[in-house]
């Protein structure tokens, strides 16, 4: 399983890196476009494409419980009601779905990529247990915990989304084993056996639980519990702002060269005056001969770590502001980790995410 999360850390990372650039190149292009002519439509869709693409990279991360969960108050009917249409082109013609949604608004505390993940892994597996075609039901409602009826999750209320098919149903014995990675019966080609453990992954991971009900020739049933939250406070509506910008020095540290060209050329259009290095020496030469407000660097650098290069900065510039990137999370490198009072900036990254978070950095100087 550490073998299986380093791989998977390596890949995200290489991924990571590739969509940085695919996001910040369709972001530049659409404001220079300004949404006129087909040119604007396909950006959108390589914009949007490129969206699914990083989620992929997220879900690697979240079965070796690496990839922080990024949880917002949310609607549970409203979560099945959008996924609805997207269940319904996995499943094919053969096979209806039914919504048996609860009639009051609750509201659950998760992140909408991961939640996402879990109930198509589950409308999928519903399929492929029904080849002959059948029903599959999508249903939420409320339950209350004392503690004894479910001894895995504390007293409380919660919501309960339940996805049932009557399919062909489980043995025993696949029961026994169904939440192990690597466990399936669908074939080398057919399935990696990571579905349901991810599932469960993150399932605990946002404070619930995950129960399976089946029998053969009889259907299965899986019961997915959340514990139930407070609705937020109405939100009211503001205009998204203009990208925040700058006239300060900034120096941008990144081996790969596509995502440091699209950061260059996204800060210089801020009005950023913009130096840019491939590796730490080179950038400590520039740091020893330029006034240097802010420096964006990779964590993975080909001569030594970010961490490292941090630690060099402290000492031999003390007054310039660093801010790390990573395809990697933090806690995923071996080779060193940055101080949790460093800004950290995770890739992808899109051009709006750029430019608020080196505002922010140049910003927080000032107000130390």
């Not at 604007?40 to 949007?48: F, M, P, Q």
């Not at 247990?129 to 059948?134: E, L, N, S, V």
């Not at 609705?231 to 941008?252: C, D, F, H, N, Q």
Request: charged fraction near 20%; charge should be negative.
């Amino acid at each position: 399983m550490e073998a299986f999360g380093q791989l998977a850390g390596g890949v995200a990372h290489d991924f990571n890196n590739f969509l940085t650039a695919i996001l910040g190149y369709s972001d530049l292009l659409v404001a220079e476009v300004q949404g006129r002519g087909t040119g604007a439509k396909y950006l959108s869709e390589i914009r949007s494409a490129a969206g699914r693409a990083a989620s992929l990279t997220r879900q690697l991360l979240t079965f070796s419980r690496r990839e922080p969960l990024e949880p917002r108050i949310l609607e549970v009917n409203m979560l099945i009601h959008n996924l609805e249409r997207s269940i319904l082109r996995l499943l094919g013609e053969n096979i209806s779905v039914l919504c048996e949604l609860m009639p009051e608004k609750k509201h659950i505390k998760v992140d909408p990529d991961q939640f996402t993940q879990i109930i198509i892994n589950l409308a999928v597996n519903a399929r492929d247990a029904m080849p002959a075609g059948g029903t599959l039901v999508l249903k939420t409602e409320t339950i209350s915990t004392n503690g004894k009826s479910l001894p895995e999750l504390p007293s409380g209320k919660y919501v309960r989304i339940s996805v049932i098919d009557n399919g062909m149903g489980m043995s025993e014995e696949v029961k026994e084993h169904l939440f192990e990675p690597f466990f399936s019966t669908k074939g080398d080609r057919h399935g990696s056996g990571l579905g349901l453990a991810t599932c469960y992954g993150i399932v605990r991971q946002s404070g619930g639980h995950i129960t399976v009900e089946s029998e053969h020739a009889k259907g299965t049933a899986v019961y997915i519990y959340l514990p139930e939250v407070a609705a937020p406070p109405a939100a009211a509506y503001r205009k998204r702002p203009k990208l925040p910008s700058g006239t300060e020095t900034i120096l941008v540290v990144e081996d790969d060269i596509s995502v440091r060209h699209v950061a260059v050329r996204t800060l210089r259009m801020l009005g950023y005056n913009v130096l840019e290095a491939f590796r730490a020496d080179e950038a400590k030469r520039l740091i020893e001969n330029t006034a240097i407000n802010l420096v964006v660097s990779d964590i993975v650098l080909p001569d030594m770590s970010g961490c490292d290069f941090a630690d060099w900065m402290r000492i031999n510039s003390p007054s310039t502001q660093i801010l790390l990137t990573s395809g990697y999370l933090p806690e995923m490198t071996t080779i060193g980790t940055p101080s949790s009072e460093l800004p950290f900036l995770s890739k992808p990254f899109d051009p709006q995410q750029l430019a608020e978070t080196v505002r922010a950095s140049l910003d927080a100087v000032v107000l130390t």
